[in-house]
């Protein structure tokens, strides 16, 4: 009888035992993922890991005092991918095609639009589902939000910028010293470019400048502004009700035409073709260029490198060029990029909902004006509840505070965001500018409606528009060798591109 109570009891004992230790590797496992799935606003050590890929527009990523300000504000760990803006679209689709894009990344709208196979093929994250849970992100613009929606469903948070930005940056100093005036339409621009080739506007009494500095993107270098200036539609045009590609309207050509001109008589650098971005600017900074056409928002950095070099160096803004057809702007979408999510590098809803927090959370009040401005005090000071930026920190904030722009998203109309009251004349006037850009923009009538074809092919196909337009300037191709391209062009898809969208925009 004792023996067997005790059998009775070392079983029982023993069954609790595994139990026990059973419920104790339960709570060890438990404890171990909510270490591995932080919740924002928990401590340092358990912060949770926000990577993004983002570029470089500056010479400096944002300083270390900054990216942890924010992330102690945010309760996160950043890692964040500074690419230089030159190679960024390289860097990123070699991400994409090896898995190896960080949590977040910033795709530029004319990456987007080559992107949406990846897209559909389940690459990234469909966050419309999840919007409305964030105080923030919950009243981003619907409108905008839906122009970059692929299927109808919402993929990025947006960066909002103006609709169009483009204009001319020009030496004011050399337009002094050869007494010339701010060029007001494309007669005048041609002469403004062929006098700071040949005039001596530095009068070092050598012949050492020339006109115009560009660089190997027909979009945002030169070519589509001046080609807007002619009257070119942008990417599509609408003719008897039927939709044409740009390049086969005579304005595209015309804008050729005057492009091959500044070539022809070397009043732009000869290796414009294959020039990057990096070496456009430095040439207008060191002097070798008079004029920069691109955004001008640019204009402050610019200026504030050139005088680096030569302390007399004055630049200063055109945005109204007449062409033809009077003036005219081409403008990109309400949004200049978006930030996508992806799938590989965010396994779990739960790691998903942590980075829109992050996001909804840099539209805060404390947050959104530290990305913007940097630190009170050093970067900027307060007056009146406004922000004063002044000329004597401009140069700070360009090399430590400007970059943080990139992870800036919908900042044109956060209510979070304070107003400027003073800023620097340059950073105003292209402010400016920009606003009165609005009441001339030409917009892109494919903007949202799809195409098949170019979702598919439309690198290639844009590829032969691209080497064509180049070698026609370089005097490589006349026109009837440039018309053959266009219909290599129809050939290889662009006839069924065509279709598409047609039948597309007869629909909207």
Same mark, same amino acid.
């Given at each position: 009888?004792?023996?067997?109570?005790?059998?009775?009891?070392?079983?029982? &004992?023993?069954?609790?035992?595994?139990?026990?230790?059973?419920?104790?590797?339960?709570?060890?496992?438990?404890?171990?993922?909510?270490?591995?799935?932080?919740?924002?606003?928990?401590?340092?050590?358990?912060?949770?890991?926000?990577?993004?890929?983002?570029?470089?527009?500056?010479?400096?990523?944002?300083?270390?005092?900054?990216?942890?300000?924010?992330?102690?504000?945010?309760?996160?760990?950043?890692?964040?991918?500074?690419?230089?803006?030159?190679?960024?679209?390289?860097?990123?689709?070699?991400?994409?095609?090896?898995?190896?894009?960080?949590?977040?990344?910033?795709?530029?709208?004319?990456?987007?639009?080559?992107?949406?196979?990846?897209?559909?093929?389940?690459?990234?994250?469909?966050?419309?589902?999840?919007?409305?849970?964030?105080?923030?992100?919950?009243?981003?613009?619907?409108?905008?939000?839906?122009?970059?929606?692929?299927?109808?469903?919402?993929?990025?948070?947006?960066?909002?910028?103006?609709?169009?930005?483009?204009?001319?940056?020009?030496?004011?100093?050399?337009?002094?010293?050869?007494?010339?005036?701010?060029?007001?339409?494309?007669?005048?621009?041609?002469?403004?470019?062929?006098?700071?080739?040949?005039?001596?506007?530095?009068?070092?009494?050598?012949?050492?400048?020339?006109?115009?500095?560009?660089?190997?993107?027909?979009?945002?270098?030169?070519?589509?502004?001046?080609?807007?200036?002619?009257?070119?539609?942008?990417?599509?045009?609408?003719?008897?009700?039927?939709?044409?590609?740009?390049?086969?309207?005579?304005?595209?050509?015309?804008?050729?035409?005057?492009?091959?001109?500044?070539?022809?008589?070397?009043?732009?650098?000869?290796?414009?073709?294959?020039?990057?971005?990096?070496?456009?600017?430095?040439?207008?900074?060191?002097?070798?260029? %008079?004029?920069?056409? %691109? @955004?001008?928002?640019?204009?402050?950095?610019?200026?504030?490198?050139?005088?680096?070099?030569?302390?007399?160096?004055?630049?200063?803004?055109?945005?109204?060029?007449?062409?033809?057809?009077?003036?005219?702007?081409?403008?990109?979408?309400?949004?200049?990029?978006?930030?996508?999510?992806?799938?590989?590098?965010?396994?779990?809803?739960?790691?998903?909902?942590?980075?829109?927090?992050?996001?909804?959370?840099?539209?805060?009040?404390?947050?959104?004006?530290?990305?913007?401005?940097?630190?009170?005090?050093?970067?900027?000071?307060?007056?009146?509840?406004?922000?004063?930026?002044?000329?004597?920190?401009?140069?700070?904030?360009?090399?430590?505070? *400007?970059?943080?722009?990139?992870?800036?998203?919908?900042?044109? *109309?956060?209510?979070?965001?304070?107003?400027?009251?003073?800023?620097?004349?340059? @950073?105003?006037?292209?402010?400016?500018?920009?606003?009165?850009?609005?009441?001339?923009?030409?917009?892109?009538?494919?903007?949202?409606?799809? @195409?098949? &074809?170019?979702?598919?092919?439309?690198?290639?196909?844009?590829?032969?528009?691209?080497?064509?337009?180049?070698?026609?300037?370089?005097?490589?191709?006349?026109?009837?060798?440039?018309?053959?391209?266009?219909?290599?062009?129809?050939?290889?898809?662009?006839?069924?591109?065509?279709?598409?969208?047609?039948?597309?925009?007869?629909?909207?």
């Amino acid at each position: 009888m004792r023996s067997s109570l005790l059998g009775h009891l070392f079983k029982w &004992t023993g069954r609790m035992g595994i139990a026990l230790i059973v419920i104790i590797v339960m709570m060890l496992i438990s404890a171990c993922q909510n270490d591995n799935n932080p919740k924002v606003g928990e401590d340092k050590g358990a912060r949770p890991v926000i990577s993004i890929m983002a570029p470089l527009h500056f010479p400096h990523p944002p300083i270390p005092e900054l990216v942890q300000a924010i992330e102690d504000r945010t309760q996160t760990k950043l890692e964040l991918n500074w690419v230089p803006d030159g190679i960024y679209t390289d860097k990123m689709n070699t991400a994409l095609t090896t898995n190896s894009l960080k949590k977040a990344t910033y795709v530029k709208y004319t990456d987007y639009m080559l992107m949406k196979n990846s897209i559909r093929s389940g690459a990234f994250w469909d966050i419309g589902p999840y919007l409305a849970a964030y105080p923030n992100l919950k009243k981003l613009n619907k409108e905008i939000l839906g122009q970059a929606a692929v299927d109808g469903k919402i993929y990025g948070l947006y960066t909002e910028r103006p609709s169009s930005r483009q204009g001319i940056i020009i030496r004011e100093d050399w337009l002094n010293n050869l007494k010339l005036k701010k060029p007001t339409n494309l007669d005048e621009l041609y002469e403004v470019l062929k006098a700071f080739t040949f005039g001596d506007p530095d009068r070092d009494g050598k012949d050492d400048t020339i006109g115009l500095t560009d660089r190997n993107d027909l979009v945002f270098g030169s070519f589509k502004t001046i080609s807007s200036y002619f009257g070119t539609p942008n990417n599509w045009g609408v003719s008897g009700g039927k939709l044409i590609p740009e390049f086969e309207t005579q304005p595209y050509i015309e804008a050729m035409n005057f492009m091959k001109k500044l070539y022809d008589e070397k009043l732009i650098n000869s290796d414009f073709a294959v020039t990057s971005k990096e070496v456009q600017r430095d040439k207008l900074i060191r002097g070798t260029a %008079g004029v920069y056409i %691109g @955004s001008m928002q640019d204009v402050q950095r610019l200026s504030d490198e050139a005088q680096l070099v030569n302390p007399e160096a004055r630049l200063t803004l055109v945005n109204h060029i007449e062409g033809p057809q009077g003036f005219h702007i081409w403008s990109i979408p309400n949004y200049s990029a978006l930030y996508l999510f992806s799938k590989k590098a965010i396994r779990t809803e739960a790691e998903l909902k942590m980075m829109l927090q992050f996001f909804d959370r840099t539209m805060d009040k404390d947050v959104a004006n530290l990305m913007k401005y940097g630190l009170e005090g050093r970067h900027y000071t307060v007056k009146n509840g406004q922000i004063q930026l002044s000329e004597e920190t401009s140069k700070i904030r360009v090399n430590e505070v *400007n970059a943080l722009y990139a992870l800036m998203i919908a900042d044109l *109309n956060n209510p979070n965001v304070i107003p400027v009251v003073e800023s620097e004349s340059l @950073s105003q006037l292209a402010d400016t500018l920009s606003l009165d850009n609005e009441k001339y923009v030409v917009k892109d009538p494919t903007l949202g409606i799809e @195409s098949k &074809t170019y979702d598919e092919r439309g690198v290639e196909l844009y590829k032969i528009i691209s080497d064509a337009t180049y070698n026609y300037i370089l005097g490589k191709l006349d026109k009837a060798a440039f018309q053959q391209e266009i219909e290599r062009w129809k050939r290889g898809g662009g006839n069924q591109m065509i279709t598409e969208y047609n039948e597309a925009y007869g629909k909207k």
